[in-house]
């Protein structure tokens, strides 16, 4: 099935995000409905088993509590990080969370979600804020629908709030494109090719590339001398030709690259 979307300069965040969900080929959109469903089951799940064992409930919450407000903001963004890999169908062991970790994220995201500064009551018994809020989304029109759509939904509208979240964290002072080393993983990925002439002089020495000799090819497909690619992507993580973006293993940074992929992806 073609889907035959368009946006306009106008278009809000989760306007693109929904055009790039929806410019996967067929096969593609199939994989990641059944992905998003499939996490979407396991937070609820998970979160359903902090509210239903107080001891497990309480462990989280005094994690949550001993981490300071930069580790608060970087577990949330890791959290971010994995709605994002979802979206782009590229999951990322490089910021894979752990399961304790992976449990006071969500019960951090649920805390943020629940929370309204005009009801809430002080101090808040998150216990009953979480659960409350919870059900009320379980018996919703959208909670209780058959179709795959809210769950869809519920991931564009969270992702959608990344690159606010990042502005915030970061005062405005996010690195800059290319800023940031090249992760580990993506190096070691890279193909070994023959360079066969055509490729002319590595951009980062100037030399030639002579022909039969093993060089590194990006994903963009420039090729570099391989001791000259390494020096580079140690310390960026662009193509020094056309500035094609490789991974990072700096979080707030990856949150920046894959955002950037979906909102190209979405017209944006």
């Known amino acids: ?92 062991p490089s910021h894979r969370l752990r399961l304790l970790d992976f449990d006071a994220a969500i019960l951090l995201m649920a805390m943020c979600d629940s929370y309204s500064p005009n009801t809430s009551p002080s101090p808040v018994n998150w216990h009953s804020t979480i659960t409350t809020h919870l059900l ?63 490729s002319g002089d590595c951009v980062v020495c100037k030399e030639e590339m002579e022909t039969g000799r093993d060089v590194c090819e990006l994903p963009c497909g420039h090729r570099f001398h391989w001791s000259c690619a390494l020096q580079w992507l140690g310390r960026k993580n662009t193509c020094p030709c056309c500035r094609y973006e490789l991974p990072t293993e700096d979080v707030y940074g990856e949150m920046g690259r894959l955002w950037r992929k979906l909102m190209r992806m979405g017209g944006g």
Request: glycine share 4%; charged share 15%.
């Open 1 to 92: 099935m073609d889907h035959h979307f368009t946006t306009s300069s106008s278009s809000s965040p989760s306007d693109n995000l929904m055009v790039a969900i929806l410019s996967h080929p067929p096969r593609s959109f199939s994989s990641l409905i059944s992905s998003l469903s499939t996490d979407h089951r396991f937070i609820r799940s998970r979160l359903a088993f902090l509210l239903l064992s107080p001891p497990h409930f309480s462990f989280a919450l005094a994690r949550l509590h001993s981490l300071s407000l930069c580790e608060k903001s970087l577990l949330l963004a890791r959290l971010l990080l994995h709605y994002l890999n979802l979206l782009l169908l590229s999951p990322s």
């Open 136 to 198: 009320t989304s379980l018996l919703s029109p959208s909670g209780l629908g058959s179709t795959s759509w809210p769950v869809v939904s519920h991931y564009v509208d969270t992702a959608a709030k990344c690159r606010r979240f990042l502005h915030v964290v970061s005062g405005g002072t996010v690195k800059s494109v290319g800023e940031m080393a090249t992760s580990s993983a993506a190096v070691v990925s890279l193909p070994s090719v023959e360079s066969r002439g055509e």
